[in-house]
Structure formats: structure tokens, C-alpha cells
């Protein structure tokens, strides 16, 4: 009788642990899609490179991924 009671116990326990692994997998997944975030990118216009709208080097209407572009692309102008 009590080998009987110990096993529905363990079995439970099973039960439970798998049960709490799905849940914690489920709230990890969702955390880390909340996380993501857009980033407005630009490219280059020297270069091609596309980089973070915040990082890059601002000419008017044209982006540079460093001032050495930004130069390069001044001194090829006709």
C-alpha cells in the first residue's frame, strides 16, 4: 500500500517539474520578444554599409558610416 501512495507521489513531482520547465519556457520566449526593438537603419552613401540612423554621419540628405567617407565622398564631387 505505501509503495503504491510513494509512486503517485513521484509521479506528481514529475508532473509538476515538466509542467513548470513549459511555463518558464513560455515566459523566457516572451521576454526576449519583448525585448526587440526596430532600429531605423541608413546606408552609406559612400560605401553601401547599412548602419544605425543614430550612429552614422549626417551630410544634408546623405549618411556616412564615418567623416572619412564623408570626405572621400566630397572630394570625388564634379
Do not use: T
Not at 540612423?53 to 549626417?58: D, G, P, S, Y
Amino acid at each position: 500500500m505505501g509503495l503504491r501512495y510513494l509512486f503517485f507521489v513521484l509521479a506528481l513531482w514529475g508532473v509538476y517539474l515538466i509542467a513548470r520547465h513549459f511555463l518558464r519556457q513560455r515566459r523566457m520566449r516572451n521576454d526576449k520578444l519583448q525585448q526587440v526593438k526596430s532600429v531605423d537603419s541608413v546606408q552609406c552613401a559612400y560605401c553601401g554599409l547599412h548602419l544605425p540612423k543614430n550612429e552614422a554621419v549626417r551630410d544634408n540628405e546623405r549618411y556616412f558610416c564615418n567623416k572619412a567617407h564623408l570626405k572621400a565622398a566630397d572630394a570625388n564631387k564634379p
